[in-house]
């Protein structure tokens, strides 16, 4: 890793440092000699799983407070959470590139087919996902969104997660159209190869697609912020 | 006012005193001898204005932790910022109808004219709302979204703040082609009687929409929350 | 009931008195001892139940008609149907405000779920919904308009009608991904909250909506018309 | 002509017998001596020009009427007004295709231009414009739509008529981005040669371009209606 | 046929002479002794059937080809495969108008119900279609889009095909709400009329639907291309 | 270089050598030595520059022929014309990750801003833009698309193309409200950081943009095409 480009730091809002583990060997070829070392991070402040909207919101104050923790080494961060938690808030803070891995898992998943199914894990986060890509402006590109209906705890039940994710990929894929699936948590991060294979179509992990796109970022040199009108 | 209903409480969550007060003012035509109360509260913890989207994330923890207080007592929650924090964190907490004055605010535009404007204070405060109004899903009934380019607290001087607003209008009205106008703060509500006047078209004060929309739901009985799916 | 304001008149374009009746208890607990009379009125040239694109266009003239005859005493009109037949015929006529419980009711909708469902009652009327959910530009915002298949006068059997409307609001939630309803006739009314218990989602009974929001612009003074420009 | 057609009636749903002159000289080029007729009617109970939402809403019955009255002779009925008053009604009463000409103008457009203007008569006439292209779904593709300012009664004045279209023809081309035009009115008919020589951009008369569908659909023998289904 | 106009040439962009016979056929009620010949033309360059974007992409050289020696006697264009190849190419090389069969087959739909479906050859076509609906902007009036699983050169069988037709067109009809039904592909003409018997909602043959707009283009003297803003 | 990754091929459709050089330039921070090589290729038979429809079209041949020349020895392939030229085929032809520069630099631009502009060459690319930002489901995110007026060979001249992008970076960041600009043209690559200096906004050079998503792909190894589904 060269210390020019400082770190991309990935952050894991959650506490549980399994679901980390899974980020950090699914973002392993990403790493390069000559790039951004890569840190994934556990935060401990934050719940067993991300949940609610309650869990999203109440956990942006520790996730900026780490962050900035980070700024001067930091080269990017990564908030490896779906609901992308604080991502606005640290993109304000911070000088850095910024990437949410539902922003990125769904723009790259419009590079790989027409229409986007997402497997969420709970059928509360549904209305929240809408809300997002309809914020992001690319809701008539969505399939669907369905629930596995486990918690992120759960899916450590490995087994029986993998059985569902295909179970509900079916769905999207032959009721809702789906052509590109998205998984809708970092937490699925260690199925990707086992639903793409089951289901025939492209999977996108999120948090690849984000580490991808901010090293490119850090290798651009690309500023997260333009100085000069940070303050307008 | 009536003891059966529970108290709409209309919360500030800036720290601002006087914004609270003008809050008051606006809503006072709307209190009943036999309807609910309406209590506006402020909340001390908040920052002087709530401007930044780390002010509106921030402000979450305190808001919550405010309402749950109150909880028992209420018969509804109106959060009187129009960056509506923490609308979908409270309507999980509580079981009492919760609602924000920017949703309200456009929603009650979209029955005064085809296409809304948006009076923000700064310019920064234009993508949060072009992300919301995208969750919304209403973007393309929106003329255009200007600031005036003034902080919260700013607003205190009520006539500058009144001449950048009916300037501000003008373009939206004239070049932007809205036909009815949201005031996008409510530290605004004193001026929505001279601003109509001096646009010619009709302006929506945002909290006065949310408590209207509020009372009529206290009054009906109808549930924030359908107890049986809550938990699903 | 204050004489100040002037009242709601909540018109009824159908000829059909049950479903006045019905309307009428609907919006009893909106009644208060100082605020507007609501008065609802059944329009005696309408058909029995306004069901098809010719009863809309051709109840407009009678209900102006009877609208100008209560202009002087009115402060806000609400056109109970939910094709808001002569909408913004009776905005351009009327100098106080106008609702129409379609349009209250969807935009009341959207403060209770992501993605409403709507109970029409005649497959018919669905194409005449989804042209006024465009031109509403609420559109992504629908999850499906499904009918019971019931006439206006058919309502009257309400076991049969009840029944009809739970099941086909089950499909609305279970396969359209509905997680808020709107009825959608006016003569509905007496089965929210039965409907509401039977699905678990909100329920919005759209004249309730309408006039709720009625009462506030009464209430707050806002006038359904600013003169000055009325003549452009 | 031939008379195993029917006739196109191609009403003018204003009483403004030298709009309908107007009408008729346009489509003049679409008579065939093997086609089917084309009759151009003016309704004699209708306004001097349908401008307010009350015109458009007043005239449904008496022109449903006049249709009744030559169901059984015509082919097809073309609505000749761009507010495309009682088309759906139409379609409703007539086993005979309807077109409106505001419909078939845009629609037209979509085929010469990415972006379409609309040169509007009056200002209150673009929400209602506004509500229709969303009904249609096609607001996306407007570019904007701006008016001359003019009643249709001042249409006779021609040059000053001219110079207005001309005006705002530029304004929507150069500012709003149009690259094809549509003339709002259809008492604007004799200006579409000059005004499209003065902009350079392609621009459609709407009762030229309804006038043509509503020949290929005679001749073709699609049905208005398809019976079977006309009941549910 | 009138030699004043020029000539109406079809091209049906794929070498399959018995579906240019179809499209012959199909045309044959539109043509006129005093209207545009109507000349239906095979690309023998073309594949045996237009199925795959390589398909679309490989065919516009020879058919530009083929247009650039038609040029002077023509009259207007009409590219004859549901993927309009070399639409866009065409109008920018020739004067006169060009249409394509996707483009005005779903526009036309759009004047004969609110919602429409496609019954597509492939599944493969699919996500074509969609990116071309929304090149379009009317996503939102698409039902859905279904294939029947047959290539081009299969529709020869012309009892299975309309089997699978009638079969697809249903499922579009009943379970995605489609109220006007397109055939995606210029093949299919021939079995318009028994499609629309079968499901009894209005069928757009869109070739017939193109070329009645070519016809009225032609008769009326609306040039391809403003010859002074060609050049930008 | 590492091999095991196979080439990504950058290749710039048109035969202007200086353009691939100033590509080359760009990507050079995206050269890893652990990493796949990164090769741009000059397409001889394509012309001085890709600006019209007709050129988008014509070049696909070329291009899918030499990309076939490829395929063994490409990790991945970028199309580096913002038109996209041939980008379904080329991924209907390759088992290898194909990406489009305008794809990838509008989808990254969608993480760096709320509304984007498009700093386009020439004023007849801006009707394809839309077309192909409506097929990609964004364009509510489009601020503006704006043309220097210059050819791709123009842009040689660059203090000349410099000065006319800064002048409509300018408009589209004044007038049209865009707080992130996108390069239309992969021969302004060279004027990325200058631009983004004079604006203050970010800028996105779209070549580097999907470069960076290819590199990502190729190092996590997702596949172009899932085999099974290939032939469906």
């Known amino acids: 890793m060269s210390e020019r480009y400082g770190t991309v730091y990935v952050i894991n809002p959650n506490s549980s440092v399994s679901v980390t583990q899974g980020i950090d060997a699914a973002v392993e070829p990403l ?16 719940p067993a799983g991300v949940q609610s909207q309650r869990d999203v919101d109440g956990i942006v104050g520790p996730l900026l407070a780490r962050a900035a923790t980070l700024e001067d080494q930091a080269g990017a961060f990564v908030i490896a959470c779906f609901s992308d938690p604080g991502l606005h808030s640290l993109r304000e803070q ?34 929240r996902h809408l809300r997002y890509f309809g914020a992001m402006g690319v809701s008539s590109r969505l399939a669907g969104d369905r629930a596995i209906g486990l918690g992120v705890t759960e899916l450590a039940d490995e087994e029986r997660t993998l059985a569902r994710m295909i179970e509900v990929g079916r769905v999207l894929r032959d009721t809702d159209g789906a ?54």
């Open 31 to 46: 790493r390069s000699a000559d790039g951004p070392a890569i840190a994934c991070l556990t935060l401990a402040e934050g």
């Open 94 to 127: 911070s000088r850095r590139p910024v990437l949410g891995i539902a922003e990125c898992g769904v723009l790259t998943a419009l590079t790989l087919g027409q229409r986007f199914g997402v497997v969420a894990i709970l059928p509360t986060s549904i209305p």
């Open 179 to 232: 052509d590109v699936m998205v998984m809708g948590c970092a937490g699925m991060a260690r199925f990707r190869d086992p639903l793409e294979q089951a289901l025939g179509i492209p999977v996108v992990e999120p948090t690849q697609a984000a580490v991808a796109m901010a090293i490119g970022r850090v290798r651009l040199g690309w500023a997260g912020k333009i100085e000069d009108r940070a303050s307008v």
